[in-house]
């Protein structure tokens, strides 16, 4: 790259500075596959012969399964994943591997091989996403009945079943995988023939190229295609999203597994102990995931920080792109297959989260509008029953008179209020957690989680 218009190589320092193929060599296989529509391309203009496009097909071929097996030698001082391959192409081939960056920049080369690895990307971590939604659909038909109590505020609210929790939470991933899903759309277009910044007087055929790697549109403007990353960006927040779930998660459960609360506990598999506390089980692969959805946030920040500063068209400030998406796609990855396979290994005292459950306080709620149903204003009725938890007595211990002391519009049949299922079969609105609420959304996530 430097012959020509440079008297000499880059400083020592310089090259360790600005080489990136100690990480973006992770793109191998998605600039070897658009270097051979690129080189098909080539041939339709007249730029290359059929022999030299299966010389070139060929030799690339040899590469890839090098780089497979290891045995490729990556040289820094050629910067980038994309200098690499075409140098290692030309040594074997010579001219015929020459050519093969007619028409193109490595601008419009990296646009081509990031949109390649993203698509890609999200295709693995959907079937990641189903895995863990397949995890938490069986843990809630096996506890299907149980009850538990709901927190707001992480104080006891209203009687809920088990499963209508985990329910909650396939829901959030499947927020996750329709964002991943229009991520994939805004990433499938194709760039390649932009060039560095206005396209080529050399004109290849762009939508036979975009057909040949599977884009379903091509890139309308070369300005925009070679800085446009907002492809990454789209990906890093759903990536940042779907860790936020899994934190919010972990956080569920690690509180849950604590000796106050003793709702559940994970199996030894995937817990760990101290180093001087012989008693300890400690949640820590709740607690990495946690706390790895800090770096996936941060590296949505910093490629964030990166855009906002760049003039129009490339600039070398994207090649800090890479890293951040690179970690974040391995973060996820790891942390989605880790769930998948500690959830069906999750010990839940049933025992204790029912007792949780009937505590009668949780029906206070369901004691006023018992009262709304008598014809006492709501804000009436919860007045009243504030007093009587304000008393503090369990709500089902108050005789008959003592509750007619507050409210004449109390009868003998309140005291059927306080039976947790009965108020649950009660709650039947669209996504209440009755059991035919349930019933029918279990029924729903096992149609559409079912293998093809």
């Known amino acids: 790259m430097r012959r020509g218009r440079f008297e000499s190589d880059a400083a020592t320092v310089a090259r360790r500075y600005g080489e990136s193929v100690s990480f973006d060599w992770k793109l191998y296989r998605h600039d070897i596959a658009g270097s051979i529509a690129h080189a098909t391309a080539l041939v339709?203009?007249?730029?290359?012969?059929?022999?030299?496009?299966?010389r070139i097909t060929n030799a690339l071929g040899e590469i890839q399964n090098e780089i497979i097996a290891g045995k490729f030698d990556w040289d820094p001082s050629l910067e980038d994943v994309h200098m690499n391959i075409e140098s290692a192409l030309i040594k074997r081939i010579g001219s015929a591997g020459a050519k093969l960056h007619t028409a193109r920049s490595r601008n419009?080369?990296?646009?081509?091989?990031?949109?390649l690895y993203v698509r890609e990307e999200i295709t693995e971590l959907t079937t990641r996403l189903r895995a863990v939604q397949k995890a938490l659909l069986l843990l809630a038909h096996k506890h299907s009945d149980l009850l538990m109590p709901s927190y707001t505020h992480l104080q006891r609210a209203q009687p809920i079943y088990f499963s209508h929790y985990l329910l909650g939470e396939i829901e959030a991933l499947e927020r996750d995988r329709e964002?991943?899903?229009?991520?994939?759309?805004?990433?499938?277009?194709?760039?390649?023939?932009?060039?560095?910044?206005?396209?080529?007087?050399?004109?290849?055929?762009?939508?036979?190229i975009a057909k040949s790697l599977g884009f379903e549109r091509v890139t309308q403007n070369s300005i925009d295609a070679?800085?446009?990353?907002?492809?990454?960006?789209?990906?890093?927040?759903?990536?940042?999203?779907?860790?936020?779930?899994?934190?919010?998660?972990?956080?569920?459960l690690i509180l849950w597994s604590t000796n106050e609360f003793s709702y559940i506990e994970f199996s030894d598999a995937f817990a760990t102990g101290s180093s001087l506390m012989p008693q300890k089980k400690n949640p820590e692969m709740a607690e990495l995931t946690r706390g790895k959805s800090g770096r996936l946030i941060g590296n949505l920040v910093s490629l964030?920080?990166?855009?906002?500063?760049?003039?129009?068209?490339?600039?070398?400030?994207?090649?800090?792109?890479?890293?951040?998406?690179?970690?974040?796609?391995?973060?996820?990855?790891?942390?989605?297959?880790?769930?998948?396979?500690?959830?069906?290994?999750?010990?839940?005292?049933r025992e204790?989260?029912?007792?949780?459950?009937?505590?009668?306080?949780?029906?206070?709620?369901?004691?006023?509008?018992?009262?709304?149903?008598?014809?006492?204003?709501?804000?009436?009725?919860?007045?009243?029953?504030?007093?009587?938890?304000?008393?503090?007595?369990?709500?089902?211990?108050?005789?008959?008179?003592?509750?007619?002391a507050t409210s004449d519009a109390f009868g003998p049949d309140v005291h059927e209020i306080f039976?947790?299922?009965a108020a649950l079969r009660r709650r039947t609105a669209t996504g209440a957690p009755s059991p035919e609420n349930i019933g029918r959304q279990m029924a729903h996530w096992r149609h559409l989680l079912a293998p093809e």
């Open 419 to 421: 039976d947790a299922r």
């Open 226 to 252: 070679v800085s446009d990353r907002d492809f990454v960006a789209d990906f890093l927040f759903c990536l940042a999203m779907i860790g936020i779930h899994l934190s919010r998660f972990s956080e569920d």
């Open 108 to 115: 419009d080369q990296v646009a081509l091989d990031l949109r």
């Open 179 to 208: 964002r991943l899903a229009e991520t994939h759309r805004h990433a499938d277009v194709m760039p390649l023939g932009s060039g560095a910044i206005a396209g080529s007087t050399i004109v290849v055929d762009r939508e036979a």
């Open 352 to 404: 204790r989260m029912e007792s949780a459950a009937n505590d009668p306080q949780l029906l206070a709620t369901d004691l006023a509008d018992y009262l709304v149903r008598k014809g006492v204003p709501f804000r009436n009725a919860h007045k009243i029953v504030g007093q009587l938890v304000a008393i503090g007595k369990p709500l089902n211990t108050f005789s008959d008179d003592e509750l007619r």
């Open 44 to 54: 339709a203009a007249g730029i290359l012969s059929s022999d030299e496009l299966e």
């Open 304 to 349: 964030l920080t990166v855009l906002k500063g760049l003039p129009s068209s490339y600039n070398r400030d994207l090649q800090e792109d890479k890293e951040a998406l690179f970690d974040s796609v391995d973060t996820v990855r790891a942390a989605l297959e880790v769930f998948a396979a500690m959830l069906p290994e999750l010990i839940v005292h």
